[in-house]
């Protein structure tokens, strides 16, 4: 693994203004070209859509009036119809997003208090929760009953603050990190999928590799081995870190920077404890 150039030509295009407090999220739409959703403490949500003209950004929407307290986290759905919010107020509101409008498809009740993370799986059929309750859950979109949604597992093997909840890429295992220090992994069919990268206020990030095999045979509990570590690269927290589907992995940091990782022929170079 190794750190990309850093002389990539990278540089601000514009900044977006309007919220009234930090702006905790913003995410693609995965369907649309030019347009992102950011939440705030403010209690709103901002659309922001890029001119094909004059190529600057502007906010289409403001979706607020449902949650009570600062919005943490948010999620577009793979057909990036639909937007799934998370806010302190302990619920998680699910959104319709049209060309012109925007309306409240389902508000999700359930965690004692407040919600810090949503992510949909791959097919947009399942939404995951994780909260301060220690709890995650798991909803299940009805569309035959008007995109209604129903609880279908409330996993509580974490012993303190779950921070955050990721779906694989591809496949039906989803991720949660909690303040307990650990990571657990929730499988519910086999796929195909045997690496995933973690980061944590240690300064580091951990590459971990399973026996995929092993997990599609049903046998049980396979363990995670960690292959190898990414230190050195950030001087304070590392907050968030991707695995991208052609291989390179981003991490953003308290210190104001982001570094981009390429994995150099992974499998022939895991063997060792460490990345240098």
Known sequence: MKVMDKNLGLEEVQKLEGHTDRVWNVAWNPAADGVIASCSADKTVRIWEQSSLTRSWTCKAVLEGVHTRSVKSLAWSPCGKLLATASFDGTTCV????????????????????????????????????????????????????????????LTGHSEDVKMVLWHPTMDVLFSCSYDNTIKIWCSEDEDGDKMVTCSDDLAMKIWKTDISRMQSGEGYVPWTHVCTLSGFHDRTIYSVHWSRDGVIASGAGDDTIQLFVDSDCDSVCPSPFYL
């Open 95 to 154: 959104w319709e997003i049209f060309a012109t409008d925007s309306e409240t498809v389902s508000v999700l009740r359930g965690h004692e208090s407040e919600v810090k993370s949503v992510s949909w799986n791959a097919s947009g059929s399942l939404l995951a929760t994780c909260g301060r309750d220690k709890s995650v859950w798991i909803w299940e979109i009805l569309p035959e009953e008007d995109d209604e949604f129903d609880t279908i597992a409330v």
